[in-house]
């Protein structure tokens, strides 16, 4: 399987540089050192310049590290994001600046350009997580809550490590942004889960007749996703979110 390209990278602003340069550091990796600011189109055409060079000096590293990932440090942003839940990928560049972080969006070509350094960069990026998960989940579930006939009283998206999702007594369902990394069928199995709160406030063996008589195969779902973090397409960096 070939390795996506680009690789993850950083364009870092430097004063005493000259010109643009391509370097791969030992604990920053994959870095364009510019004395000038950069375009996200602009810093990809870079690296596509430089392809045949970067190739070959990874593949160099990989021969001598026997684990790959040790090529990049863990708080390296990613270059690509995948999203089973929704069946998308999206490109991330990373601007490294000295000015405030910023996050540009752009739907139409799936690409997401962050500027800045440290916390604030990754803080900007659970916000758009939160908020796509809002805009792709919450319709989906009041959609079944309406096919269903739920009593959904409302309905929101949190960052929740511990539980996908929750229901409330007044009727209220929050949602885990990490849904977005299970697979859609997973998915679609806890906003039935949740919304079937709505009528059984328990894990009671009714809960569980009422919640497989909805959607069927729901107990094999159940089990299937108790360690679902621990899969491949959860990524190592989204502990750092």
Not at 169 to 178: K, Q
Request: charged share 20%; glycine share 4%.
């Amino acid at each position: 399987m070939p390795e996506p390209w680009p690789p993850p990278f950083q364009v870092r602003l430097s004063q005493r540089a000259k010109r643009i340069l391509v370097s791969i550091h030992p604990q920053r990796g994959l870095e364009i050192v510019t004395p000038k600011r950069l375009s996200a189109h602009q810093a990809l055409g870079i690296i596509q310049q430089h392809r045949a060079w970067i190739d070959a000096r990874l593949h160099a590293r990989q021969a001598h590290l026997p684990d790959a990932d040790a090529i990049w440090p863990e708080h390296q942003l990613p270059a690509h994001i995948h999203l089973p839940a929704l069946d998308e990928h999206w490109q991330l560049v990373h601007l490294a600046t000295t000015t405030r972080a910023q996050l540009h969006i752009d739907p139409a070509q799936r690409q997401l350009s962050l500027r800045g350094e440290g916390e604030q960069i990754w803080s900007l990026l659970q916000r758009w997580f939160i908020a796509h998960a809002k805009a792709q989940l919450l319709p989906a579930l009041h959609q079944l809550a309406e096919i269903h006939n739920d009593p959904l009283q409302g309905s929101g998206i949190r960052w929740n490590h511990t539980r996908w999702g929750s229901c409330s007594r007044a009727g209220r369902i929050n949602l885990s942004a990490r849904l977005l990394w299970l697979e859609p069928a997973e998915m679609n199995y806890v906003l039935h889960h949740e919304l079937n709160h709505l009528h059984h406030f328990n894990h009671s063996p009714a809960f569980w007749q009422a919640l497989e008589a909805r959607l069927p195969g729901a107990l094999l779902l159940d089990r299937g996703i108790r360690h679902a973090e621990r899969r491949a397409s959860f990524p190592a960096w989204l502990r750092l979110v």
